[in-house]
């Protein structure tokens, strides 16, 4: 078992160098706080603490891997038609610089295979995000590699470049597991989310009306697909907790935290709603 404390307190540092990075004080007065993924920034460090590498050379690839998921999930959040004009520019910019920040630690540190293998990464992530928002996948299974290629990608690609790859399917797995979770709670809570648009467009092609909204049959029906990709992705998730190597506690503890979070109910609240 790795020491949780060593563990601990570099996620810890590493964290609080994205936060420095991000948290610029003028584009705070214009666009929502920059998102950092927790989670992926634990695996990162925890993929990489059984390395032999230097904690300078670690903390430079896990920024530079966050400062980019950072960028990519920024540009995400300019869709919104609500947003005025001023805080779309902003967005964008914002997303632009912390691209910038992420070339640039890269660039500093002369690892053209890293920045090769990242930006592997992003072109995965940037055309399945494509194929979703757009609505332009017509198969379920495809819809869930796709969800998972976009939460798992730059991980994958990282581990690749480290020859440490047998993390792969239990990353894409996890990941997708808790974005499937994400999409339901939102779904419940507004009735709407990507995920759930692109089902609906494959499951009803035929009603699929925007303005018309779901039964609770449908509803329900939805709800039965997103459990059942769960449930699939939940197995993975256990058996890896049970088979991968030098697991350290705290990623063990996160990752059963997540999974508990997970209550197949949604067909009675819906009915019972």
């Not at 059984?50 to 050379?57: K, W």
């Not at 919104?80 to 967005?91: C, G, H, I, M």
């Not at 459990?227 to 907790?241: A, C, F, M, Q």
Request: glycine fraction near 2%; charge should be negative.
């Amino acid at each position: 078992m790795i020491k949780l404390l060593d563990i601990r307190q570099k996620f810890t540092n590493i964290r609080e160098q994205v936060e420095k990075r991000v948290c610029d004080t003028y584009l705070l007065n214009y666009i929502e706080i920059p998102i950092i993924d927790e989670d992926k920034l634990l695996l990162l460090v925890s993929i990489m603490d059984r390395l032999e590498l230097s904690y300078s050379d670690m903390q430079n690839y896990a920024l530079s891997t966050m400062l980019i998921q950072i960028a990519l999930d920024t540009h995400e959040h300019i869709t919104d038609a609500s947003v005025e004009e001023k805080n779309r520019q902003l967005t964008v910019l914002a997303g632009d610089y912390f691209s910038g920040l992420y070339y640039k630690l890269l660039a500093d540190s002369e690892d053209i295979m890293m920045i090769k293998a990242l930006s592997r990464g992003i072109k995965e992530i940037n055309e399945n995000k494509i194929s979703v928002y757009q609505n332009e996948i017509l198969d379920i299974e495809e819809l869930m590699t796709s969800i998972g290629m976009i939460e798992s990608s730059l991980l994958a690609h990282l581990s690749e470049y480290f020859k440490v790859d047998l993390w792969n399917d239990f990353l894409e797995n996890l990941l997708l597991f808790k974005r499937l979770l994400h999409e339901k709670r939102q779904f419940l809570q507004t009735g709407s989310s990507v995920l759930f648009e692109a089902l609906k467009t494959i499951v009803f092609p035929i009603n699929n009306n925007k303005e018309k909204e779901l039964s609770r049959e449908q509803q329900n029906h939805l709800f039965l697909c997103c459990d059942h990709h769960l449930e699939r992705s939940k197995e993975v998730i256990e058996k890896g907790l049970e088979q991968l190597p030098y697991l350290n506690e705290l990623l063990e503890k996160r990752i059963l935290s997540i999974l508990s979070q997970y209550q197949p109910n949604a067909k009675t609240f819906v009915e019972e709603g």
